[in-house]
C-alpha cells in the first residue's frame, strides 16, 4: 500500500465508522478541517480502504486496522495509533504483527469445559504465544496480576486441548513503558511487541512455558 501519509491521518482513525460517512461527518468527528479531511477520506480510497459513492464514503470493520498498519509502516509511533482503535481494532493489530513474522494467526479461540476464551494465538516453530490483550488506559498491579493468573488457566487449558504443545501466556497492554514480568509471563506493551517477537525465541528460557506432559 503507497498510502500517502498526511500529518493528521492518526486523528483520521477516530473518523474511520463502518457504514456512510461524509466529508463533513468526518470533519466533524475527527475536528480536522473540510479540506484535510476530503484529503485524507480520497487518499484512503486510492489505496482500495473503502470506497465512495456520490458525497459518501464507505467503510468496513477491517478498514481501520488496515490504516494502522500502514501508519506503523510509515514509521508513526504504535501507542499513538492504538489510543484510536478499540479493543477488537487492538486485538486485531497484535494478530496483524504476528502474522508480519510469520505466526499462523488464530483470533477469538473459544476453548470449552470449561469455557474460556483466547483473544490472540500466535503459532510458529512448535510454539503458541497466548496473548490476553488488554485495552486498558490504566490498570494497577493488582489487577495484572489477576489478568496473569487468568492467562496461565487458559493456557493450562489451551495446552490440555493441544497434544505434544507447547504454549507461552503473554499480556499485551496499551500503555506501559517496558517489558516487565508476573510470575515469569511477559507483560508487554504494544510499541515493544515487534522487537518482542524478534527476540522472543532467544529468550524463551527467562518466560513461563507450559506444555503437556
Known sequence: MELKIHPKMIIGLNGIIQG????????????????????????????????KQNDNYYFDGGDK????????????????????????????????ILSSKNFAVIK??????????????????????????????RYSSSALKTAVKKQIERTKHYVEKTPGGMAVP?????????VNFIENVPIVPIFQ????????????DQMKTIETD
Not at 510509515?74 to 495509533?81: L, R, S
Not at 470449552?112 to 483466547?118: C, L, S
Not at 483473544?119 to 490476553?132: F, H, K, P, T, Y
Not at 503473554?170 to 517496558?178: C, E, G, N
Open 193 to 204: 511487541l515487534t522487537s518482542f517477537i524478534d527476540e522472543f525465541y532467544g529468550n524463551i
Open 20 to 51: 456512510g460517512v461524509s466529508v463533513e461527518d468526518f470533519s466533524a468527528v475527527t475536528k480536522i478541517n473540510f479540506v484535510d479531511s476530503e484529503i485524507i477520506l480520497e487518499e484512503f480510497v486510492k489505496n482500495g480502504i473503502g470506497t
Open 108 to 137: 477469538n479461540m473459544i476453548l470449552t469445559k470449561p469455557r474460556m476464551e483466547i483473544d490472540v494465538i500466535g503459532i510458529r516453530l512448535g510454539i503458541a504465544i497466548l496473548i490476553d490483550c488488554k485495552h486498558w488506559k
Open 170 to 178: 503473554v499480556i499485551v497492554t496499551l500503555y506501559q513503558d517496558k
Open 65 to 96: 486496522l488496515k490504516i494502522a498498519v500502514a501508519l506503523l509502516e510509515n514509521g508513526y509511533p504504535i501507542d499513538e495509533i492504538s489510543i484510536s482503535l478499540d479493543w477488537k481494532d487492538f486485538e486485531g493489530l497484535t494478530g496483524e
